[in-house]
């Protein structure tokens, strides 16, 4: 059964530490998303790779967060230094896509990663 | 930037009633998505409309999408207690990007 698959599920850490969430896609989508979950905020996108090209990382606070696609089996997201303000689930996502305006990009959510930072 | 707007946020009701919810956006999508969040796990699509004036049905779930293509509702009939969750709708902006709106916490008690 293919599916998105995130490590950690979960992280506790300290202020100012640093931390790395990584992301399996589903083999063979050429699309990665990640987006982070807060009560307040709902789910906004930090960034997007397509064929492991950055399209889009204009979501993510640059001076600490940094997103990367090593291999097409891999995606990272890195934030340091951490702060409590970072505390959210982290959620990557992968779809299949040409690209076409009306081809309704069908993505797939992995279970997500807890992050608290205190 | 193309927001959805989704109403009411939160929701709750008793086994057998009938609810809609609405995502509402002043621009127009060329499709619109709606996903169910459960506890713990990921958004999982529902289903996709394309087509203005679209209706689609998912068992008890009717899906439309309006004839202007601004904006979605969702009708469930006969709630059941397994349709808890939060039911997000999301559209495409630009080519590839997917915006979410802020959710309807659903919870239907028994």
């Known amino acids: 059964d293919a599916r998105v698959t995130q490590t950690p599920r979960h992280k506790v850490t300290e202020m100012g530490q640093e931390v790395t969430m990584r992301c399996q896609p589903i083999l063979g989508h050429n699309t990665v998303f990640w987006y982070r979950q807060t009560m307040m905020q709902g789910l906004e996108l930090l960034a997007y790779f397509r064929n492991r090209a950055p399209l889009d990382d204009s979501g993510m606070p640059k001076d600490r967060f940094s997103a990367e696609m090593p291999d097409a089996t891999l995606a990272t997201l890195k934030i340091q230094p951490s702060e409590p303000r970072d505390s959210a689930v982290y959620f990557c996502?992968?779809?299949?896509?040409?690209?076409?305006?009306?081809?309704?990009?069908?993505?797939?959510f992995g279970e997500g990663s807890w992050l608290t930072v205190v | 930037t193309q927001l959805l707007e989704q109403s009411p946020q939160f929701l709750s009701i008793q086994e057998g009633e009938n609810l809609t919810v609405y995502c509402n956006s002043s621009s127009v999508f060329s499709s619109l998505q709606w996903y169910r969040q459960e506890p713990g796990e990921g958004p999982v699509l529902l289903v996709t409309?394309?087509?203005?004036?679209e209706v689609k049905k998912l068992k008890r779930l009717t899906f439309q999408f309006g004839d202007a293509r601004k904006d979605s509702s969702l009708h469930i009939t006969a709630a059941q207690p397994g349709d808890t969750g939060l039911y997000l709708c999301a559209g495409p902006q630009g080519a590839q990007k997917l915006v979410f709106g802020q959710g309807t916490r659903l919870t239907i008690n028994p």
């Open positions: 996502a992968s779809g299949f896509s040409m690209g076409a305006p009306k081809s309704g990009n069908t993505i797939y």
């Open positions: 409309v394309v087509t203005g004036g």
